[in-house]
T-cell receptor
Framework: DAGVIQSPRHEVTEMGQEVTLRCKPISGHDYLFWYRQTMMRGLELLIY????????DSGMPEDRFSAKMPNASFSTLKIQPSEPRDSAVYFC????????????FGQGTRLTVV | DAKTTQPPSMDCAEGRAANLPCNHSTISGNEYVYWYRQIHSQGPQYIIH???NNETNEMASLIITEDRKSSTLILPHATLRDTAVYYCIVRVGYRDDKIIFGKGTRLHILP
């Protein structure tokens, strides 16, 4: 398996534009996580899914952020409208829900909002 | 919130053992200690986990105190490629238990 695949790797957009980040989890994994990382706040869990259903979205900063998982092999994180303070590295991770399995992280998407 | 306390940074000479401490004084009986690391610009990578017995794998060893209130991750022969931020995480490790990262320890391996 190629691991967790995120796209794009880098995204530069203007304030007010819609941004969509994409994630393909490892085949067979039933949990998917979205994280955001900044220097100031570190790694923050935004939302996670189990079997394509959102379980906990308490980390989503505000209504401008939304995440979907239409099927087991694809998830999106959308920011609309984007703001400069959304600039960060966004990571997607997936895991099995069985006892003590590890989470596998993608390489991240570096988002810059100007 | 993270349930662990780690020193913000540490240095270790290349070839020596790196010992990274972690305090988790409020750990519950069913919670495991996990370690991940993040090399610059990459996603976090799983290293090892344990409940109460010492654990070893090809990457590292994990020593957990008898009262389980603290642990130490040991990289036996540190190399420059081990320079990274190391995160100690306490979690049940099952089903809907979230992975919450604290600030971690930034480990510098010195040539």
């Amino acid at each position: 398996d190629a691991g967790v695949i995120q796209s794009p790797r880098h995204e530069v957009t203007e304030m007010g534009q819609e941004v969509t980040l994409r994630c393909k989890p490892i085949s067979g994994h039933d949990y998917l996580f979205w994280y955001r990382q900044t220097m100031m706040r570190g790694l923050e869990l935004l939302i996670y899914f189990n079997n394509n259903v959102p379980i906990d979205d308490s980390g989503m900063p505000e209504d401008r952020f939304s995440a979907k998982m239409p099927n087991a092999s694809f998830s999106t994180l959308k920011i609309q409208p984007s703001e400069p303070r959304d600039s960060a590295v966004y990571f997607c991770a997936s895991s099995l829900g069985e006892m003590n399995t590890e989470a596998f992280f993608g390489q991240g998407t570096r988002l810059t909002v100007v | 919130d993270a349930k662990t306390t780690q020193p913000p940074s540490m240095d270790c000479a290349e070839g020596r053992a790196a010992n990274l401490p972690c305090n988790h004084s409020t750990i519950s009986g069913n919670e495991y200690v996990y370690w991940y690391r993040q090399i610059h610009s990459q996603g976090p990578q799983y290293i090892i986990h344990g409940l109460k017995n010492n654990e070893t794998n090809e990457m590292a060893s994990l020593i957990i105190t008898e009262d389980r209130k603290s642990s130490t991750l040991i990289l036996p022969h540190a190399t420059l490629r081990d320079t990274a931020v190391y995160y100690c995480i306490v979690r049940v490790g099952y089903r809907d238990d979230k992975i919450i990262f604290g600030k971690g320890t930034r480990l510098h391996i010195l040539p």
